[in-house]
């Protein structure tokens, strides 16, 4: 199973990005994705999910201003970040995992963002 994010960069406090995730091995299909930062010298934190169902949850700091979306078909899901802050520096990781037997849970490597002015 690979994950292989993209789309991190540099960018000014108010700029946008978008982040694009791709899995191979396992399908969404059935699945929760979600993408997770990690800043530094903090813990990793939930940013945003989707379910395969199409039903999105955020994390209140970036309710509003991110919106998660996926492609069944292209096993994809992308991150839109929009009037970004430098709090939302860090490393941005996707993952697809399963609540139900049989559980699993895979991590990308994660793409860096750095909101800078």
């Known amino acids: 199973v690979q994950l292989q994010a993209s789309g991190g960069g540099l960018v000014q406090p108010g700029g946008s990005l978008r982040l694009s995730c791709v899995a191979s091995?396992?399908?969404?299909?059935?699945?929760?994705m979600g993408w997770y930062r990690q800043a530094p010298g903090k813990q990793r934190e939930l940013v945003a999910t989707l379910t395969s169902g199409g039903t999105a949850n955020y994390a209140d700091s970036v309710q509003g201003r991110f919106t998660i979306s996926g492609n069944n078909y292209k096993n994809s899901i992308d991150l839109q970040m929009n009037n970004l802050e430098v709090g939302d520096t860090g490393v941005y990781f996707c993952?697809?995992?399963?609540?139900?037997?049989?559980?699993?849970?895979?991590w990308g490597q994660g793409t860096q963002v750095t909101v800078s002015s």
């Open positions: 993952r697809v995992f399963r609540r139900m037997t049989p559980q699993y849970s895979y």
């Open positions: 091995g396992v399908a969404f299909s059935g699945n929760i």
